[in-house]
C-alpha cells in the first residue's frame, strides 16, 4: 500500500490545534484542504460533504467535539459534560443516516463524562483529543483487517465492480471496499476495477477512480446504468461496496443505487460483498426499515456540475441511501472477519467481541 | 394531444426545401432548430445527437436522401439511383444501432430505383422527397396507434417509469412510450410520472422531463440508479421504454440502462413494456445477440456538462446501448397492436401484416 496517500482527516498540533480535511467536492480536479478550527465549520464540512464516507464522518465529528475549547472555557468544571453534549448533539444534526457519526459522538460522550471534575480543562480536553485520535487509529487498522479479511474473496485475474467510494478518502486510511482491492493486488492478484460513476454527486468517478489511478490498480469508469451490461459480459465476478449504517439482521443502508446493484449481482450469479467495521452495526435497530434516509436536495441531480440539465420546475426525487435487504448480501466484511451467511445470529456472534 | 408541440424533424419547403430539426444537444435551456442543406449536415446532426430516437433518425436520414440534389445533378438519368446509393450508403454510416435508419433508407432506395430513366430530375426529386413525407406521415400515424394500443395497460391513478426519450422528439410526433402515456392521460387518467435522468447524455432529464411538462403530465425526475428504490417504495406499476432494434424473437436493443430496469421490473413483479413501431423490427437478426452495439466517446462520461468529473487519463467504457432479452419484457406495443408473449411466432404474426 501507497502509505503516501493523503489523508481525508488529519488533526494538525496538540490540543489547540486544528481539523484539516480535503476538500472532496474538489476532487479530482484540486487536491486542496480546508481548515476547521470550530465544531461549525465540521458540520458545515459533513453536510456539504467536503468530508464523506461513514468512517471518515466519525473521525471528523470526534475531532470536531475537540474543537469545542471555547464553549468549554464558559463553564466550570462539573458542568463540562453537559455543555459539551449541545456541541455533540449539534455534530450529530449534521448527516442523519451514517452510524458511525453517532457511534464516534457516543465515544466521546463516554470519555468526557469519565473525566473526573477535578481535571483542568487542558486535561479534560487532552482527553478528548486521545479519543479521537484512538477512533482514527483504530479505524486505520480497522480498514487495515478488513483488507486482509477480504482479500481471499478476490480470485487472481478478476473483475470487481464497485459503487461510491469506499476508498481512503472514505475512511482513516486505505477504506473498506477499496482496501480490500488494495489488499489483494499486494498479494500479487491482478484485478480490474469497474468503478460506477455514482450520479447525483459522482464519488465513483471523481474519487474512486481517483484512488484507483493514485495505487496503479487497472480500472474502468461506468455510467450506473451500464453495470448491468458489464456483468452480462461477465466482465465482473465480485461486487463490493462499503455501508452507511447495518440494521442487526444485515440490511445494509449505503449510497443510491447499492440495493439495485445486489438485484442485478443476483440476476447474474455473482457474489455480491459489502465491507465495513463493526462501528457501521447499528445493533439497536431490528431490520433496515428503520434506517432513517437522509433526502437530498433537487438540484444534485437537476442542476449538477454547474449546468442546469433538467427544465426549470421539474420535480426531483433524491433519496441519497438506499437498503439492501441481507438476503442479496453473499457476506459482510468485517476487521473481525467474515459474516457469512449474513444473518442476525452471525451478525451477534461477530460483533460481541467488541462489545464486551 | 397538443398538436403545438414543435416537431424534432420538418422539411421545410419544397424539392429545393431543407430539412429543419431541432437541436436537442441544447434542450432543456434553448429551443433552436438547425437547418440541414446537404446530406453531410444531416449524416453530422445524427452523429451528433442533434436529431435522435430511433424513428426520428430514420426520417432525418430519408430527407436527407432529398438534400441530394447537387450530387445527382452531375450524373445521367440512368445513373440517378446508383449515385443515389453512394450517399445512402453514407447517411448509413452515421449510427450503428437503430434499425429504423436502415429501414427509412432501404425505402428511398427502393422508391429511387422505381423511377422511370425518362424522368426528369425534378421529377426524380419529387419521387423522393414524396416517399420521405410519406415515412414521416407513416411514423405520425403509427406513433397515434401505439398510443391508442398501450394506453389501455396504464390503470388510473398508477405510477409509469421510462427511460431515455422514447417521446415526441425521438419521432415523428407523439412518440412511442411516451405516446401511450400522453394517450391514457387523454382518456382521463392521472398517472405520474418516474424518469429516469439517463446518463451519460440526460435524455431523460433534458428531454423527456421537458415533454411532460410541456404536456402537463405529472413527473418526477430521479438518477437512473434510484430506479429500484423506487419500484421497492411501491411507486410504479409499468416500466415502459423505447426501442432501437428489435431481433425477431424480441431482444430488444435499446439505451443503456433499459436491460437493468428490465431485470430490476421483475424483481419487483412490475410489468416492463417496450412501445415500438414496427419499422424498429429487425427479422433479418433471428436474436439480439447480433445486434451491433455503438461504443460512444469515453468523454461523454468523463466531461460531460462541460466540466471534467473524472481524473485526466481514466479509462471509460461508454456503451450506448444495451439489449434485454424477450424473457423480460412483458409485451411490445406496435401500432398493430400488442404483442404479448414475446415470441418469435407473435412477433411473425403482428409484422406479417406489413411485409404484405
Same mark, same amino acid.
Given at each position: 500500500l501507497n502509505l503516501q496517500a493523503p489523508l481525508a482527516v488529519a488533526w494538525v498540533g496538540e490540543v489547540d490545534g486544528l481539523l484539516r480535511l480535503i476538500d472532496q467536492t474538489l476532487l479530482p480536479q484540486r487536491l486542496e484542504y480546508v481548515d476547521c478550527s470550530s465544531p461549525e465549520m465540521v458540520w458545515e464540512a459533513i453536510r456539504q460533504l467536503r468530508v464523506r464516507g461513514a468512517p471518515a464522518i466519525g473521525i471528523a465529528a470526534a475531532y470536531g467535539v475537540c474543537l469545542a475549547g471555547e464553549t468549554l472555557? &464558559?463553564?466550570? #468544571?462539573?458542568? &463540562?459534560?453537559?455543555?459539551?453534549?449541545?456541541?455533540i448533539d449539534y455534530l450529530a444534526s449534521s448527516r442523519p443516516t451514517a452510524v458511525n457519526l453517532f457511534w464516534a459522538l457516543d465515544r466521546m460522550r463516554r470519555r468526557a463524562s469519565a473525566v473526573p471534575a477535578t481535571a483542568s480543562l487542558q486535561q479534560f480536553r487532552e482527553q478528548l483529543l486521545d479519543e479521537a485520535r484512538r477512533i482514527q487509529a483504530e479505524d486505520s487498522q480497522s480498514c487495515r483487517a478488513i483488507g486482509r479479511s477480504g482479500a481471499p474473496l478476490l480470485a487472481d485475474g478478476c473483475g470487481v465492480l464497485t459503487h461510491c467510494n469506499a476508498g481512503g478518502l472514505a475512511t482513516a486510511e486505505y477504506g473498506t471496499a477499496l482496501s480490500i482491492i488494495f489488499t489483494a493486488q499486494e498479494q500479487g492478484k491482478r484485478l480490474h476495477v469497474y468503478v460506477d460513476e455514482t450520479r447525483p454527486l459522482l464519488q465513483g468517478a471523481r474519487l474512486t477512480a481517483w484512488e484507483l489511478q493514485q495505487r496503479n490498480v487497472p480500472s474502468t469508469l461506468i455510467c450506473d446504468s451500464a453495470a448491468a451490461q458489464v456483468m452480462q459480459e461477465g466482465r465482473v465476478?465480485?461486487?463490493?461496496? !462499503?455501508a452507511d449504517r447495518i440494521a442487526a439482521n444485515g440490511d445494509?443502508?449505503?449510497?443510491?443505487g447499492t440495493y439495485a446493484l445486489a438485484l442485478l449481482a443476483q440476476a447474474h450469479s455473482i457474489p455480491f460483498y459489502v465491507a465495513a467495521p463493526l462501528s457501521?452495526?447499528?445493533?439497536?435497530?431490528?431490520? !433496515?426499515?428503520?434506517? #432513517?434516509? %437522509?433526502? &437530498?436536495?433537487a438540484e444534485e441531480i437537476t442542476c449538477g456540475f454547474g449546468r442546469q440539465t433538467a427544465p426549470r420546475g421539474v420535480e426531483a426525487y433524491n433519496p441519497a441511501f438506499? +437498503?439492501?435487504?441481507?438476503?442479496? =448480501?453473499?457476506?459482510? +466484511?468485517? %476487521? &473481525? !472477519?467474515? =459474516?457469512?451467511?449474513v444473518t442476525a445470529q452471525e451478525i451477534r456472534r461477530t460483533s460481541s467481541a467488541l462489545q464486551a
Open positions: 472555557a &464558559r463553564v466550570a #468544571p462539573h458542568a &463540562r459534560p453537559a455543555q459539551l453534549q449541545t456541541v465476478s465480485a461486487v463490493i461496496v !462499503g445494509t443502508a449505503n449510497k443510491i457501521t452495526f447499528d445493533l439497536t435497530l431490528e431490520t !433496515g426499515a428503520s434506517i #432513517p434516509i %437522509e433526502q &437530498r436536495a438506499d +437498503v439492501t435487504p441481507a438476503r442479496y =448480501i453473499s457476506a459482510i +466484511v468485517t %476487521e &473481525r !472477519g467474515i =459474516i457469512r451467511p
